[in-house]
């Protein structure tokens, strides 16, 4: 079993409660609008980051970390990347890709809005973290934890910042 701590959009802004909610996790995902490096090497100190640059993202972090990125956890393949829509409304920069490649789940940020959906065409699990940074309209900053076992990914949390 594998537990993942996944927040998005934290726009170079840290906070210490990363550390606590993620100490737990296996690895820590990022879906874009990182920031800055500094701050993917704050997270890289609590546990293993896998991440994808964001819009907002310069030089130093697309050099890092790619804009889409394809990897299987247990034995759910997952597809990650910043702008990615949601079921029904998937971004066309990467629908091709995202029905191609047809992951089990697919991991998006950008909109700052946590969502959680299935989309029953794909047979895929989408998850938006929300924004854990505090650039932005949303009113609550969010952090989400969940875990994978074998082919199951279970025990989702959300976790409000405020």
Known sequence: MMKIGLLSDTHGYWDDRYADYFGSCDEIWHAGDIGSSHLASSLEEIKPLRAVYGNIDGYPVRTQYPKTAHFTVEEVPVMMTHIGGYPGRYDPGIRKELYETRPRLFVAGHSHILKVLFDKTLDCLYINPG????????????????????????????????
């Not at 924004?131 to 976790?159: C, N, P, W, Y």
Request: charged share 30%; glycine share 12%.
């Open 131 to 162: 924004a854990a940074g505090k650039s932005g309209f949303h009113q609550v900053r969010t952090l989400v934890r969940f875990a994978i076992e074998g082919e199951k990914i279970k025990d989702l949390e959300v976790i409000e910042l405020g």
